[in-house]
């Protein structure tokens, strides 16, 4: 009976030894991720516009790009067009599209001076009680060609640094 009695006794705490769960690092948790966001990686922006009135006023101009966080497991895609004498002069916000729910992305445009984004992005940690906002600029100076009025320029990928960021526990 003394044998059953000690073999009971490294069974259990055996069990008890290997838990059957793993334990999730804090340096992995979604409010961590966040707290060490300092940019955005822009992928694939690409700005097309054609200039067909007197002066070279453009009538139409149209740029879209994906947005990566690296503390977000998805991309953020945004796309916008802009008409008029006075398009894309930053003065508009757009919305992304592609975000999770609860979660949201935007971007200024103005092809003036190089072409200056603003990105601005919030997103939550639900199951910590936590969110973020964030906003960031750049100045992406396009290489761009063009004949007969319409303008292309090459698709670029680069970082925009986040300026300011808050968090919400």
């Given amino acids: 009976m003394q044998f059953s009695f000690v073999a009971l006794l490294l069974a259990a705490s055996s069990a008890i030894a290997a838990p059957t769960f793993s334990l999730v690092s804090r ?5 961590a991720k966040g707290a060490k966001v300092s940019s955005w990686s822009i992928h694939d922006f690409n700005l097309d516009y054609s200039t067909t ?14 947005v990566a966080n690296k503390a977000l497991s ?17 003065g508009v916000t757009y919305q992304c599209t592609g975000e999770k729910s609860g979660d949201s992305t935007s971007f200024r445009f103005d092809h003036t001076n190089g072409g200056r984004l603003v990105i601005s992005q919030s997103w939550s940690c639900a199951s910590e009680g936590g969110r973020y906002e964030a906003s960031g600029r750049t100045v992406i100076n396009a290489d761009c060609e063009g004949t007969n009025g319409q303008v292309s320029c090459s698709k670029k990928t680069f970082s925009v640094p986040v300026i300011q960021m808050s968090a919400v526990l």
């Fill in 74 to 90: 998805y991309k953020a895609k945004c796309k916008a067009t802009s008409t008029g004498k006075n398009f894309f002069v930053g």
């Fill in 53 to 66: 009135r007197a002066g070279g006023k453009s009538d139409k101009g149209t740029v879209s790009f994906t």
């Fill in 27 to 31: 340096s992995d948790s979604c409010m």
